[in-house]
Nanobody, 120 residues
């Protein structure tokens, strides 16, 4: 059974930093893409950043220059370093992974989310 577990959320003042992590466990044959999405109250879930197993990253425009996504394939883990945080970054951050669980079987999985709150 595949499971994603996020950690690292919390309360931080504007301008501060946090690092989120997400570890995938279970019967995983390979990783296609891992990444982060977020959802603020009253808003739809939006892309934050993704990274492929080959190291190709993609960022939403509002996060470019402030957030950095990285990975450790040996641990099936993805990280999100968040710097220069703003109150508008306040949201629940969800880990997402597109995992190869068998030959010809590739599926999306979601973590339970971790709360990030940025105070002014």
């Amino acid at each position: 059974q595949v499971q994603l577990v996020e950690s690292g959320g919390g309360l931080v003042q504007a301008g501060g930093s946090l690092r989120l992590s997400c570890a995938a466990s279970g019967s995983i044959f390979g990783i296609s893409v891992m990444g982060w999405y977020r959802q603020a109250p009253g808003k739809q879930r939006e892309l934050v950043a993704t990274i492929t197993s080959g190291g190709i990253s993609n960022y939403a425009d509002s996060m470019k220059g402030r957030f950095t996504i990285s990975r450790d394939n040996t641990k099936n883990t993805v990280y999100l370093q968040m710097n220069s945080l703003k109150p508008e970054d306040t949201a629940i951050y969800y880990c997402n992974a597109r995992l190869i669980v068998r030959i010809g079987g590739e599926y999306d999985y979601w973590g339970q989310g971790t709360q990030v709150t940025v105070s002014s």
